[in-house]
């Protein structure tokens, strides 16, 4: 049992708690391409850029002089896709994914650092939708990276690469990152529709709010972020 | 797309209106205008605290931690999907058109159609 909200005042579930304590200690864990103290500076500037005067799309944090360190652990072009993916993710084209991968990243690094920017802004959204503060982040644990490519996997359908897999879009987007997939899915089951029930079962809820109240929260949030998906 | 079939299921009427805005009442769905109204304060920052006790005195505490961890999977959700261009399923585009028309979806940056 978790006890990661055990102080929050509020009847937090069991399985709730338990997703969010498994996705911070995967922050704090080597990823397949990021180490686990790069995937916590990740987590960290995803809590400065929601923290931060909002910038234009347009304007890097990277070319604003003071906000982002010279010797960050992070190159410059993951530092602006957090941000950009933080507080602008209505805004991507794929000229914007294009442009990062050629200053650098690969795009299984991208992959997963868009998998921990999601996770991140998650848990940072619930904090402060329940009324309290970002949960403190673990040390980093030691180990490196599994920087091992999943097998079979290319561009189809998507800017980036994905494994040849059925099911829908959204489901096969971060395939290129394992951790990512375990770590978004994990969330989605504890926080939304369990896979198995989200086109099986339209009646389906906790016995808190109904299937229709929960659609209602899940497109009204879509809409507000500006997602088409 | 889900809130209208869920709505079917449930023989309920959806007006989806409220799915643009929390002016538009209920929409059919019990305590709909109050749950978008809590998404847009989850989103915009500034009138959550109030909006929150709201939702506790209404709907109660169970329930407001069941929509706070709705809005966050939705904004884990949207910056999977934007972050990776991932673009509508095949088999969803011509029965969303009606949908995407009536919400102004079509006219997103985000907009992205596979026909396949």
Redesign the interface.
């Known amino acids: 049992m978790s006890t990661l909200y055990a102080e929050a005042g509020?009847?937090?579930?069991a399985d709730?708690a338990l997703a969010h304590q498994q996705t911070v200690e995967s922050w704090a864990a080597p990823g397949d391409w990021w180490s686990a103290s790069e995937r916590l500076a990740i987590v960290n500037e995803v809590r400065r850029a929601r923290a931060a005067d909002e910038l234009p799309p347009w304007v890097r944090p990277s070319t604003v002089d003071g906000l982002i360190d010279a010797g960050h652990v992070l190159p410059a072009a993951a530092v602006d896709a957090v941000w950009r993916?933080?507080n602008h993710?209505?805004?991507?084209?794929?000229e914007w994914?294009q442009q990062a991968i050629d200053e650098g990243l690969s795009p299984e690094q991208y992959?997963e650092l868009?998998?921990v920017?999601?996770?991140a802004?998650?848990?940072e959204?619930?904090a402060?939708?329940?009324?309290i503060d970002s949960i403190p982040l673990p040390v980093p644990a030691e180990g490196e990276p599994v920087r091992q490519s999943v097998a079979g996997a290319a561009v189809r359908?998507?800017?980036?690469p994905t494994a040849d897999v059925r099911g829908?879009?959204?489901g096969?987007?971060?395939t290129a990152s394992p951790v990512s997939v375990a770590d978004?899915s994990r969330?989605?089951d504890?926080?939304?529709v369990p896979m198995e029930a989200?086109l099986a079962d339209?009646?389906w809820n906790?016995g808190?709010?109904?299937?229709?109240?929960?659609?209602?929260?899940?497109?009204?949030?879509?809409?507000?972020?500006?997602?088409?998906? | 797309m889900?809130?209208g079939?869920?709505?079917?299921?449930?023989n309920?009427e959806?007006e989806?209106a409220?799915?643009?805005g929390?002016d538009h009442g209920d929409?059919?769905?019990?305590?709909?205008q109050l749950?978008?109204s809590?998404?847009?304060a989850?989103?915009d920052?500034a009138d959550?605290?109030a909006v929150?006790e709201e939702v506790l005195a209404e709907?109660?505490?169970?329930?407001?931690?069941?929509?706070?961890?709705?809005?966050?999977?939705?904004?884990?959700?949207?910056?999977?999907?934007?972050?990776?261009?991932?673009?509508?399923?095949a088999g969803t585009v011509p029965p969303s058109e009606e949908l995407r028309n009536e919400?102004g979806?079509d006219d997103?940056?985000?907009?992205?159609l596979?026909a396949?």
């Open positions: 509020i009847p937090v579930r709730l993916l933080t993710s209505g805004t991507l084209t794929g994914y992959v868009v998998g920017v999601a996770t802004n998650c848990l959204v619930f402060a939708a329940i009324g359908s998507h800017w980036v829908p879009n959204v096969k987007a971060l978004w969330l989605s504890a926080q939304y989200l339209l009646t906790r808190t709010l109904d299937r229709m109240q929960i659609e209602l929260l899940a497109a009204r949030t879509s809409l507000l972020n500006e997602c088409f998906y | 889900l809130l079939l869920s709505g079917s299921q449930s309920a959806i989806l409220n799915v643009t929390s929409g059919g769905v019990a305590k709909g749950l978008a809590f998404a847009e989850v989103h920052g959550v605290a929150r709907l109660g505490p169970e329930s407001m931690v069941d929509a706070a961890a709705i809005c966050a999977n939705f904004n884990m959700m949207v910056r999977i999907a934007d972050g990776t261009g991932t673009p509508l399923d919400l979806l997103l940056v985000s907009r992205r596979d396949r």
